[in-house]
């Protein structure tokens, strides 16, 4: 069974359009996370969320907006969507607050055209 | 700013052949973690070290910590091709987040 899993793999897109990542943990963690990571590997933190309460946000733009409904989930919503963002957006989860391992989902490729 | 960035960029070596990467980072931490990406995929924790330990060992994996340098290094011993792989040093700030380096290329020639 996967423990961090995100959908879809792959989002081609183009600029202006909004588009949803989704990402679900079986792990139990309380914490979760989206990170983006660029073209040269570098890869950044967005957002935090622990026991669905947002701890970490990070600048980002506002056309950004994570949600999470419950502590399995935690969803990423991009409006307007421009050429930056294109991307490789990973979601990742931890036991707690505490920045202990975390383990990630496999990915979103987001391509904006 | 980054917190850590590795050294080197990127590294070619042969099967059977030690690994040695570094990490250096800027400020206190209280624990350095490395991550294993193998390409298109998501990160792979590998190993945590906390500010009060020097070394510890997991497998074919060691990793060092010198809180004095601000640096931790990664070792693997006896290198196979599926080693191959990009391997991220990330520094735990209190702060509730992990700050990633750039990463180091890994390359195991069979």
């Known amino acids: 069974d996967t423990a961090v899993s995100q959908t879809p793999k792959y989002l081609v897109t183009q600029m202006g359009n909004d588009k949803s990542i989704k990402c679900e943990q079986n792990?139990?963690?309380?914490?979760m996370y989206w990170y983006k990571q660029d073209s040269k590997k570098f890869l950044k933190i967005m957002f935090s969320?622990?026991?669905?309460?947002?701890?970490i946000n990070e600048t980002v733009p506002n056309r950004f907006s994570p949600k999470s409904p419950d502590k399995a989930h935690l969803n990423l919503h991009i409006n307007s969507l421009e050429l930056g963002d294109s991307a490789v957006y990973f979601c990742?989860?931890?036991?707690?607050?505490?920045?202990?391992?975390?383990?990630f989902g496999p990915g979103t490729r987001l391509t904006v055209t | 700013s980054q917190q850590g960035e590795e050294d080197p960029q990127a590294l070619s070596i042969q099967e059977g052949e030690n690994a040695t990467m570094n990490c250096s980072y800027k400020?206190?931490?209280?624990?350095l973690q490395w991550y294993r990406q193998n390409s298109g995929r998501g990160l792979v924790h590998l190993i945590l070290?906390?500010?009060?330990?020097r070394e510890k060992h997991s497998g074919r994996l060691r990793v060092t910590l010198d809180t004095s340098k601000k640096s931790s290094s990664l070792l693997i011993t006896a290198s196979r091709a599926a080693d191959t792989a990009s391997y991220f040093c990330?520094?735990?700030?209190?702060?509730?987040?992990?700050?990633f380096g750039k990463g180091t290329l890994l390359t195991v020639n069979p």
């Open positions: 400020t206190s931490i209280n624990n």
């Open positions: 969320y622990n026991n669905k309460e947002l701890i």
């Open positions: 990330a520094t735990d700030v209190s702060n509730y987040k992990l700050t």
């Open positions: 990742a989860s931890s036991l707690g607050l505490e920045t202990n391992e975390q383990y």
């Open positions: 792990l139990g963690h309380d914490t």
């Open positions: 070290i906390r500010s009060n330990e």
